[in-house]
């Protein structure tokens, strides 16, 4: 356990002093000049709004551009490819499961080499009863979650990571449709990039796009986002944000 690196402590006394001496400026200025504040605020969030717009059409610009060339990664042997450890956190998403359980049967990657979690909350007593029928080709442990707070995606995949026994890790949720071949070509990177790289992300959009005119706006979000805004990120050489599923992180062992 590393007591520094968890979300204890949100905040650094110097942080909280930051905060109150601004929450405290805002309030006097509020106070001897109500309408300017109001315009400087104004001002300062269109800044922030249009530098943001700003930096995602410069990464959308970017995405075309030559970038660093793509891992060229040899498929291992069966016998050295590494075991995976599955989280899959569902809540109250028992109709969802026997998809979820399809579709990691159709992984093309050994079962004996799957390690699969399947993340419950104690009080889901529907997917619970669903979960203990389920007889999948692969090792399947479910884990029931304790009561406690905050009942969160996060802290269901804490109790699973304490679990977890393979040397990579992926995290797929309820309603998730992984590519067959997807673990192997992560396995294969992994053993061809140098060993800082620790996580690799899928891209994502909606295997239903055609479904409904939501499901087409989510479609086009997700294509812009996975395969403009990211891509121009990583040219620019910014921090990447991780979706909460589908990345498969190593380093565990």
Same mark, same amino acid.
């Given at each position: 356990?590393?007591?520094?690196?968890?979300?204890?402590?949100?905040?650094?006394?110097?942080?909280?002093?930051?905060?109150?001496?601004?929450?405290?400026?805002?309030?006097?200025?509020?106070?001897?000049?109500?309408?300017?504040?109001?315009?400087?605020?104004?001002?300062?969030?269109?800044?922030?709004?249009?530098?943001?717009?700003?930096?995602?059409?410069?990464?959308?610009?970017?995405?075309?551009?030559?970038?660093?060339?793509?891992?060229?990664?040899?498929?291992?042997?069966?016998?050295?490819?590494?075991?995976?450890?599955?989280?899959?956190?569902?809540?109250?998403?028992?109709?969802?499961?026997?998809?979820?359980?399809?579709?990691?049967?159709?992984?093309?990657?050994?079962?004996? &080499? *799957?390690?699969?979690?399947?993340?419950?909350?104690?009080? /889901?007593?529907?997917?619970?009863? $669903?979960? =203990?029928?389920? @007889? !999948?080709?692969?090792?399947?442990?479910?884990?029931?979650?304790?009561?406690?707070?905050?009942?969160?995606?996060?802290?269901?995949?804490?109790?699973?990571?304490?679990?977890?026994?393979?040397?990579?890790?992926?995290?797929?949720?309820?309603?998730?449709?992984?590519?067959?071949?997807?673990?192997?070509?992560?396995?294969?990177?992994?053993?061809?990039?140098?060993?800082?790289?620790?996580?690799?992300?899928?891209?994502?959009?909606?295997?239903?796009?055609?479904?409904?005119?939501?499901? &087409? *706006?989510?479609?086009?979000?997700?294509?812009?986002?996975? /395969?403009?805004?990211?891509?121009? $990120?990583? =040219?620019?050489? @910014? !921090?990447?944000?991780?979706?909460?599923?589908?990345?498969?992180?190593?380093?565990?062992?």
């Amino acid at each position: 356990m590393q007591p520094l690196l968890t979300a204890h402590r949100r905040l650094s006394e110097t942080q909280k002093r930051v905060c109150a001496a601004l929450a405290v400026t805002l309030l006097m200025a509020g106070a001897l000049a109500p309408l300017s504040s109001l315009v400087a605020l104004n001002a300062l969030f269109l800044t922030f709004t249009l530098a943001a717009l700003a930096l995602r059409f410069a990464a959308a610009c970017l995405s075309h551009t030559r970038g660093r060339e793509p891992v060229r990664a040899a498929g291992l042997a069966e016998e050295a490819l590494p075991v995976v450890t599955v989280l899959c956190p569902a809540y109250r998403e028992a109709a969802s499961l026997p998809g979820l359980i399809g579709a990691l049967e159709s992984l093309d990657y050994p079962s004996q &080499r *799957l390690d699969v979690k399947l993340l419950l909350e104690a009080d /889901d007593a529907e997917t619970q009863a $669903l979960a =203990r029928t389920l @007889a !999948p080709r692969f090792p399947l442990e479910v884990v029931i979650v304790p009561p406690g707070m905050p009942q969160t995606k996060p802290r269901a995949c804490n109790h699973g990571l304490w679990r977890a026994r393979g040397e990579l890790l992926v995290i797929y949720d309820a309603e998730d449709r992984p590519e067959a071949n997807q673990l192997r070509r992560a396995a294969a990177a992994f053993a061809a990039l140098p060993h800082d790289v620790v996580c690799l992300q899928a891209r994502l959009n909606y295997y239903n796009r055609s479904e409904s005119w939501v499901t &087409r *706006l989510f479609a086009i979000e997700y294509a812009l986002l996975f /395969d403009l805004i990211l891509p121009g $990120l990583d =040219r620019l050489g @910014a !921090p990447l944000p991780l979706g909460g599923t589908s990345n498969i992180f190593r380093g565990l062992r």
